[in-house]
Every structure is written in structure tokens, then in C-alpha cells.
């Protein structure tokens, strides 16, 4: 646990917890919906699709969680798993896209919905059946939030909806033809209300190490140090500069062959741990790890 400064509430570090902001969105996420009981979304698992006629089929579900809390579940399986990532990570601040997310399952596949309001989990790329715009709901709960859709040919903003036996419309079944599920799951939801209401829950230790970074960063605009500009060589000195010691007023970088390694870390999201590297190989700091 780690105490958290600006609410003075204890934190867990291990785990998964509930989300606190659409940045806690990027990187592995559980998704849940509560009613009398509480279900997790998943794609179904190997043996499920295996009994199917057509086992290219992937259709996201909701599975109920037998004698389950909402703040002690966490997932059972990679099928309940999904990495979650801005859909267009370019998009400025002004960009409509700025806000939009994609769902990728374990197997590779995105969380889609058709005009229709159909869900399946088959792209293997992203559009914009994909891209879903996230909204908190802070008053709803810890890490409650509605994810909002516009497929193409739709006039409007439709909403991921789960219903049950207790929140389907009078007139529309609850339970979907053929399956044993209690749960309907759809994109046709026009408003947020109980049925449009999620839960979030992302892993601790990554949270905590977003925290850190941007807590780093802010220290670092204190003290006048510009932050990573993405540029490899100015980055490189940047970094000798402000963590090495070096002989001669002038900081050693590593060999230009190197430089591809450093490329390669950043597009893995390892920018920071590659540049530690390279100025562990230049031996100018012992304490650099």
C-alpha cells in the first residue's frame, strides 16, 4: 500500500484496482457490469469456440461471477483481458480522435460494433467500428465509466449496453437466441443509464510507474530540465548530462551503431531503460544502475 498526497487515501500497489482517469485506461484492462450479480467481459474461451460450428467466430460476452465483489474480482483468465490503447496515439489535443480507444482481446482482435449495434471481436485492425470513446463516471463508483460508439452510417452516439432479465425494455428478450448466457450484450444503448454502466479495473504496478513517470517529469520542469523530446541524439545528451559523470566538460555517448537499438526500444514503449543502457555502456558512471 502507498499513500497517495493529494487525497491522503492509502493506494494498493499490487494487483488490480479500479481506474481513476482515462490515462489508467492504456495498457491491460478489466472490464465488469453489475446488477444482482456482477459479470465480466470476455471473448469466449478455446473450449466454447471450439463447440461452435463456426470457431472463427468471436463474440464478446458477459460471464457471470459466482459470489463475486466488485473491489475483490479481478480476472480469471487472458480471455477476461484487454489492452487497451488510444486508437490514433498522433491525434492532438483538439483532435476528436484524441479521446478514443480501442479493445485488443488476447488473441489479437479488436472489440467492434456494426451499425446495427452488433458486437464481435474479429479485426485484426483498427477503424472506426473500433473506436470508442470512454466516459467516467465518477458518481457511479470507483472506476465506473460508459464506453460511447458512432459506426459509420449512424446518426447518433450509441453506448456499449449490457441487459439482464431486470433492465431489458419491455418487449425486447433479455437473453440471447441459442445461448445460455443471462445477459444481453449490444451497442444500441442511445443515453447512459444502468444498463450502459461498466467498471474498469487496471494493474496497480503499472498505474503506480505512470505516476512515477509523470511525477519525474513535473520535477523536472521545476528545476529547468527539458523533458524526453523524442529526438535520439538530444535525448542521449540530455541524459549524460544530467545523470553522468565525464572528464574533459564533455559527456560520451555511446557508438552511432547503437542507434538502432535505441530506436527499436522506443517504438516498444522501453525509450527511458534503453537510454539507461547506453550510458551504462559508456562506464563514464557507476551508479548509472
Not at 44 to 72: F, G, I, W
Request: with cysteine.
Amino acid at each position: 500500500m502507498s499513500i497517495n498526497p493529494d487525497n491522503d487515501k492509502c493506494q494498493s500497489t499490487t494487483g488490480w484496482v479500479p481506474i481513476e482517469s482515462l490515462e489508467d485506461l492504456e495498457g491491460p484492462i478489466a472490464l465488469y457490469h453489475r446488477d444482482e450479480q456482477l459479470y465480466a467481459l470476455a471473448i469466449p474461451p478455446k473450449e466454447e469456440m471450439q463447440a461452435r460450428a463456426d470457431t472463427n467466430e468471436q463474440v464478446p460476452a458477459l460471464y457471470t461471477l459466482d459470489n463475486a465483489s466488485l473491489m475483490e474480482s479481478e480476472p480469471l483468465s487472458v480471455e477476461q483481458v484487454f489492452a487497451v490503447r488510444r486508437s490514433v496515439p498522433m491525434a492532438g489535443p483538439a483532435d476528436a480522435e484524441a479521446t478514443m480507444y480501442s479493445l485488443k482481446s488476447f488473441v489479437g482482435t479488436y472489440l467492434s460494433a456494426d451499425r446495427h449495434g452488433r458486437l464481435s471481436c474479429a479485426s485484426t485492425a483498427i477503424g472506426a467500428l473500433e473506436m470508442w470513446t470512454p466516459v467516467l463516471l465518477p458518481d457511479r463508483g470507483d472506476g465506473a465509466l460508459a464506453f460511447m460508439i458512432r459506426p459509420p452510417g449512424v446518426s447518433e452516439d450509441r453506448f456499449l449496453s449490457a441487459e439482464t432479465n431486470n433492465t431489458a425494455p419491455e418487449g425486447r428478450p433479455a437473453v440471447l437466441t441459442g445461448s445460455t448466457l443471462p445477459v444481453r450484450i449490444h451497442a444500441l444503448g442511445t443515453s447512459i443509464g444502468y444498463s450502459q454502466v461498466f467498471f474498469a479495473k487496471c494493474q496497480a504496478a503499472i498505474r503506480q510507474k505512470r505516476q512515477q513517470a509523470i511525477a519525474a517529469t513535473a520535477a523536472d520542469s521545476i528545476v529547468g530540465i527539458a523533458p524526453m523530446s523524442g529526438n535520439l541524439a538530444v535525448d542521449e545528451a540530455t541524459q549524460a548530462k544530467r545523470f553522468q559523470s565525464f572528464q574533459g566538460g564533455r559527456p560520451r555517448p555511446t557508438a552511432e551503431r547503437s542507434m538502432p537499438d535505441l530506436n527499436s526500444a522506443k517504438q516498444a514503449g522501453k525509450y527511458g531503460e534503453g537510454l539507461l543502457d547506453r550510458r551504462e555502456k559508456t562506464k563514464s558512471d557507476r551508479y548509472c544502475k
